[in-house]
């Protein structure tokens, strides 16, 4: 590996120098405030940077957003206490998903067979009504389809069906999610 020739190719962070600038020295640190406890000013604050914000959103204290402008949060999304959504590429996070606390959501790896370690990223959408466990993650790529349930400690490589629970690392599918009414 030659780290000495590494470049991040055509890569962009999606922002011009500026905005760059005012997120990581205003917008991040007043949204993973410990002190300011508003989800709706945090809410606030990421909308100004670009973010889609739906309404009664969660958000706990340490939350960290690489880049708001590639985020997308439905109605009633929680994340919880020091999640981490490392967003080079595009997150969505559908409606009454919850995320949380130490979940790491990364888009970005590297190419371990490249001699340059080449930058490679790609989406994460989290579908309607998922939960995603404490200290989980989600590689770059992954769906986690509707209703499912990636447990505590988890690690989800590849997209996880609807309606299922998977625990594990690499996670794996160990039933069926039932919702009683």
């Not at 120098?17 to 604050?45: A, D, H």
């Amino acid at each position: 590996m030659r780290l000495d020739s590494y470049t991040v190719g055509i890569y962009s962070p999606g922002a011009n120098l500026g905005k760059q600038i005012l997120w990581y020295y205003l917008g991040s640190p007043l949204v993973s405030s410990y002190l300011i406890t508003s989800s709706g000013f945090k809410s606030w604050i990421l909308s100004c940077f670009g973010a889609q914000i739906g309404k009664g959103v969660r958000i706990k204290q340490g939350v960290r957003i690489k880049f708001p402008w590639r985020l997308v949060l439905g109605d009633f999304v929680w994340l919880g206490e020091n999640c981490w959504i490392d967003n080079l590429a595009l997150v969505t996070i559908e409606d009454h998903s919850c995320i949380s606390q130490n979940v790491y959501l990364c888009t970005g790896n590297h190419d371990w067979s490249d001699k340059n370690f080449k930058l490679k990223y790609a989406p994460i959408k989290i579908e309607e009504g998922c939960w995603i466990g404490a200290q989980a993650m989600v590689a770059p790529g992954v769906t986690i389809g509707k209703g499912a349930v990636l447990c505590l400690g988890s690690v989800a490589f590849y997209s996880l069906e609807p309606m299922k629970i998977y625990a594990g690392n690499p996670a794996q599918l160990i039933k069926e999610r039932n919702i009683l009414e």
